[in-house]
């Protein structure tokens, strides 16, 4: 399938404003462009430039946020949970805004930094093995 200028629109607007993408051959990435917001800063150029050179060819699947759920076992959904209670209670909400953005969605975009941080925290906890996470948010 390979890339395509929407997959790439969302993944720079996560760190820089932009006006358009472009993807005219979805399997060569030196043909893809974009175009920054005028109120873009360097460092946030920089960042959309680095996107176009690191971003998978091959985008993940938007999946509908129930059936994200369900991909979940009992066992590992229960630990996540636990996790952020734990958080919660600590003082510390950034996981649990993490999870309840994504959840809060009619649908979960696993190309978004959202969900691939909270795929690395989940593995960085022992909530997932990374093979399980593959799977899941992929």
């Known amino acids: 399938m390979g890339m395509d200028s929407g997959t790439l629109y969302i993944a720079i607007a996560e760190v820089c404003p932009v006006i358009s993408t472009s993807v005219p051959d979805p399997d060569n990435r030196q043909t893809w462009t974009w175009e920054p917001d005028g109120s873009a800063s ?3 150029i ?3 430039n680095n996107v176009i050179q690191t971003i998978a060819m091959e985008p993940l699947g938007i999946v509908k946020t129930p059936d ?3 991909r979940f076992t009992d066992a590992e959904y229960l630990l996540l ?3 952020y209670e734990t958080e919660i209670t ?5 996981s649990a805004r993490r999870w309840d953005t994504i959840l809060a969605a009619d649908q979960v975009d696993m190309n978004t930094g959202n969900a691939q941080s909270l795929k690395a925290d989940m593995v960085a906890d ?3 093995s990374q093979e399980r996470a593959d799977e899941i948010f992929s």
Do not use: H, P, V
């Open 90 to 94: 600590g003082g510390d909400a950034s």
């Open 42 to 44: 360097q460092a946030q």
């Open 126 to 128: 022992g909530i997932l």
């Open 68 to 70: 994200f759920i369900q």
């Open 81 to 83: 949970k636990q996790k």
């Open 46 to 48: 920089d960042a959309g």
